[in-house]
């Protein structure tokens, strides 16, 4: 008789999982479960689909899982998409990598593997730009198609913005993920097909072919409650409903929110707060203690029009000038469709590089919400952020703006000694990009492995040991292609 193929589940049928289904399941002697809690693909609507839409996902009929964060400026709501295709089915499209420096920084931590001529390597394969196709620093054969927004695909807000910042002297940047031509100000590189519709991590990895594999499950509906963890050892996990689904390994991908809580509710995780929710613990380990984010102000705006544009809320983007190619912030509109009662845009300015460690805790009761903290921002943020403040103060007195009928939703003086701290107090945004509540290193090892129980990896945001300098999407596909490419190198040296 023929070896039984292993078994592997994999928590969470978002951006980082869908990666990991298709790639894990191209080895035949592999069984991929993957398990989602919301529904499949096929509910995709124009919301998903249309870029000039992608806000309206975040109110609308997608499946959303809604947390909540305190800040210092109070909860504020946290998104993740809850379908096939997770959050790269809502959104803004930006497909950044981060700086080199980010992860040289994982590599001299001790993370070999993680450097940034290591993870260029993977970014490059897992794309085919349709701007500069193959060269140094881009692919053309890859699953997720990307390009730029063209200008005359930009809203009117978002073209004054770029306009009035060039005539202010900063540089055109034509390749955001080129760190050479930083700091300046460019264009969101987006993840969209031919047709310029959004291109989920599921409708590029997998595919109907892909669908079509006989070692390759996809169960949606099924909500992981805990990872089964016998004698040091995960043997499958255990849904909500009761079921049992066994598993050689197991990988969570539930993303930086719900993969430490599942940790957690399995006991591995810090001792006392395990002993307080009277959970066995199976490894004390500090899951959910190290969350990063990007935060910063949104300053609200209206404008006389025109609207329109097809491209995503996400487009125009000044990346980092106070400290060369150091990205400390971006600074871009956000446009959600308009109505008479509601905010046009934002300008957003995120801080970028943060030591600042949030938390994800379980909630008072095993299935309350998770109490989530932000990380508190760094003493000198409002230094850090002033240069951000001076740029939009620069273009809301530009006559671009004033051509827009641009004003502030309420009176401000951006140029004011206290204005970035008064901001910062009211006006605190997340840009949902929470990472770093799994990290390599404390809780797992270079291969994504939880220490101390074996069967049982972390594959999305939460891996990441410091957040990087960019939106952090692409990053969790990196993630995923590198973990299976590791699985798939230790499947090989199993076999005969």
Request: proline content about 7%.
């Amino acid at each position: 008789m023929g070896q039984k193929n292993r078994h592997i589940v994999i928590v969470g049928g978002g951006t980082s999982g869908t990666v990991l289904a298709a790639r894990l399941s191209e080895a035949a002697d592999l069984s991929v479960t993957l398990l989602e809690t919301g529904p499949d693909d096929d509910t995709y609507g124009t919301d998903v689909l249309e870029p000039a839409l992608a806000a309206d996902a975040w109110s609308g009929a997608t499946p959303i899982a809604i947390n909540v964060m305190a800040t210092q400026s109070g909860v504020i709501p946290m998104l993740q998409g809850r379908l096939i295709g997770g959050t790269s089915a809502v959104n803004g499209l930006a497909t950044l990598r981060g700086l080199p420096g980010d992860y040289d920084g994982w590599a001299a931590a001790g993370l070999d593997g993680w450097g940034w001529q290591d993870v260029a390597d993977t970014f490059i394969a897992a794309e085919r730009d349709m701007d500069f196709g193959a060269s140094p620093l881009h692919g053309d054969a890859g699953p997720l198609s990307v390009r730029r927004w063209r200008r005359d695909e930009l809203s009117h807000a978002q073209r004054t913005y770029y306009d009035a910042l060039v005539d202010h002297g900063e540089a055109a940047v034509h390749d955001v993920n080129d760190p050479s031509q930083l700091p300046g100000i460019g264009v969101f590189p987006v993840t969209i097909d031919e047709n310029d519709k959004r291109l989920t991590t599921s409708l590029a990895y997998l595919t109907a072919q892909v669908r079509a594999r006989e070692n390759l499950t996809i169960r949606t509906n099924a909500e992981v409650g805990t990872i089964a963890v016998e004698n040091g050892r995960a043997s499958g996990v255990i849904l909500t409903s009761g079921e049992h689904v066994e598993a050689d390994e197991v990988i969570l991908a539930a993303g930086a929110i719900s993969s430490p809580v599942v940790l957690l509710r399995s006991g591995i995780g810090p001792a006392d707060q395990l002993s307080q929710h009277h959970i066995k613990l199976q490894a004390d380990l500090p899951v959910g203690a190290t969350m990063s984010d990007h935060l910063g102000p949104g300053i609200p705006y209206r404008h006389d029009g025109p609207r329109g544009g097809v491209g995503g809320p996400a487009q125009v983007v000044l990346v980092g000038a106070s400290n060369g190619t150091d990205v400390d912030y971006h600074a871009f509109p956000i446009a959600p469709a308009p109505t008479d009662d509601q905010t046009d845009f934002m300008m957003a300015v995120f801080l970028m590089r943060s030591s600042g460690r949030g938390s994800v805790r379980l909630g008072d009761t095993l299935d309350a919400d998770p109490v989530i903290t932000a990380p508190p921002l760094p003493d000198d943020a409002p230094e850090r952020l002033r240069h951000g403040f001076d740029r939009i103060d620069a273009w809301e007195r530009s006559s671009h703006a004033q051509e827009l009928g641009c004003q502030p939703a309420e009176p401000h003086d951006l140029t004011a000694p206290d204005a970035v701290s008064k901001a910062l107090e009211r006006l605190t945004l997340s840009y949902y990009h929470m990472t770093s509540t799994c990290p390599m290193g404390p809780v797992l090892d270079a291969d994504c492995r939880v220490h101390g129980i074996q069967g049982l990896r972390v594959a999305d945001a939460s891996v990441m040991p410091t957040i990087p300098t960019g939106n952090t999407y692409l990053g969790c596909v990196m993630v995923a292609e590198r973990v299976a490419s590791k699985m798939l190198a230790e499947q090989a040296a199993r076999r005969p």
